[in-house]
């Protein structure tokens, strides 16, 4: 790929400017490359309208069902057909305004389409099927070409009423799609959209964890023929009243989607569903897990494995990753990615595992051991909060930071992390500490780094709260669980990132 020479390079006083107060000298790539798609697509004009002015719940808080849809399919390639199916109850018309999340000089988002107005109509709710599954056979209400020139990214299609009357209040959700792209790219951003799925709660608290023989069990399959409910963890993690239809990514990835796109890094994204062949992340420097990346399809597995021996570096600045293996299977409508169920647990023989087969299996399936793809393993407690604790600062991971063995950043690990650290030549633990489920059961959590066969690095953050350290975009809300919360940006956590992502890619 052609490289700018001018490409990381800040000047002086803007570096003095940047770690003002902190000790911080921060080398932000500040990437410049004219030919970079993400810094031309994010020059152009954002808008804050992007966010959810009006919702409201049903009784159950699960759903709105005053205008809510889902898409035909995860992702899209630049060129292809996604259909939209809405339901309005009572009926009324409605539009979609579909925009490109990114940075925006700030802004959040661009509108790139409108479409409507459409004539609405309540459809629905489907009745339970075999494995408790909720799945919609909604009519079509819109079809969407994607037009050749939208870049890879993750696009919200915010949904408003139309009221008849002057006076009437109008009403809004999200639908949600990635579009993806196959060319040669820095980093390659996978969507952990299978744990929405998992954990989503549509249309009255049906998720792959409420069937009725218990919540950790084979027995529960979901589809993504539904439209995502509020973010199922309202009560215990975040709260966000713009998390109607977007599953989990305004919550756990998107301060690091536009994080990236604001420091001009060149970034594609995918979905889960992408992964289960590893073409498209072969393409790239670097694959990023981000968030809550629980359940993999044993082909991403083996994709991500490819990855690694291929001499692409992995990033996991995620929690409880690769912990369920979650076969895809065809839905109603006919996508052979549609539905996901939790066929057992990852971890061959590890403890973890087999105390999960012991409680809640027989299982179909058991996973292999993914502490010897990530570094670092799913481990019990899994859940809780605590401070993410240096204790190797002397690492080029550290650089510019000014870091401390024993320094902390104050909330940061939650709600769910890795432990026990794999038996891998070269490993290093570079934090650790306790995070306390409950406020007081302790577990041993773990931050490590270790050289794959390329000449390739793999790192793991260990806890879905990275993102939350790297940037506060408009509208978002800080988690918080285990009477534990990560402050927000801190440019610690920002320059660890920048460190480790021009590792990556250079």
Sequence with gaps: MKKNKGKNLINRRDALKMGLGTGIYSLSPANTDVTNPIILENKKKGSTDWQLTRVRPDPDHHRTSLVEGYCSKQSVKAGGQLDIMVSANPAQSYKIDIYRTGYYG???????????????????????????????????????????????????????????????????????????????????????????????????????????????????????????????????????PLS??????????????????????????????????????????AFLSVGHDEYWDIRQFRSVETLKEKGVNLLFFSGNSVCWVSPFTTSKSGNPLGRIFRAGPYGAQNNYAVSREKDHGPFP???????????????????????????????????????????YIPGLIGWEYHGDAADIAGLEVVAEGIAWMGG???????????????????????????????????????????????????????????????????
């Design 365 to 407: 399936e058991r996973g292999p051991d993914e502490g010897l793809l990530m570094g670092v393993r799913n481990i019990q407690p899994i859940n809780g909060g605590g401070d993410w604790i240096i204790t190797k600062p002397q690492h080029w991971i550290f650089k510019n930071t000014g870091i401390k063995k024993g320094d």
């Design 106 to 240: 700030g802004t959040g988002a661009r509108l790139v389409q409108t479409i409507g107005p459409l004539i609405g109509k309540s459809q629905v709710t489907p009745q339970k099927g075999d494995k408790n599954i909720h799945e919609c056979e909604w009519e079509v209400s819109a079809s969407l070409k994607i037009p050749g020139d939208w870049l890879s990214g993750v696009y919200l299609g915010k949904l408003k009423t139309l009221p008849e009357n002057a006076g009437e209040p109008y009403w809004e959700s999200y639908i949600l799609f990635i579009v993806t792209d196959q060319r040669p790219v820095d980093i390659l951003f996978q969507c952990s959209d299978n744990t929405w799925q998992a954990y989503n709660r549509w249309p009255n608290n049906y998720s792959i964890y409420t069937h009725p023989k218990g919540s950790q069990g084979p027995w529960a399959a979901v589809s993504f023929d539904r439209p995502y409910g509020r973010q199922s963890q309202y009560n215990d993690i975040v709260n966000d």
């Design 440 to 506: 007081k059961v302790p577990s041993k959590w773990q931050s490590v780094i270790y050289p794959g066969p390329k000449g390739n690095f793999i790192f793991n953050a260990s806890t879905i709260f990275w993102a939350q350290g790297l940037s506060s975009p408009p509208g978002h809300t800080l988690p918080w669980s285990h009477y534990n919360r990560p402050h927000g940006p801190d440019p610690r956590v920002q320059q660890i990132t920048h460190n480790l992502l021009r590792k990556a890619i250079l």
């Design 244 to 285: 109607f239809g977007s599953g989990e990514f305004i919550s756990f990835e998107r301060p690091f989607s536009y994080f990236l796109e604001q420091h001009g890094y060149d970034v594609a994204y995918c979905s889960n569903s992408d992964m289960v062949t590893p073409g498209r992340a072969l393409k790239a420097k």
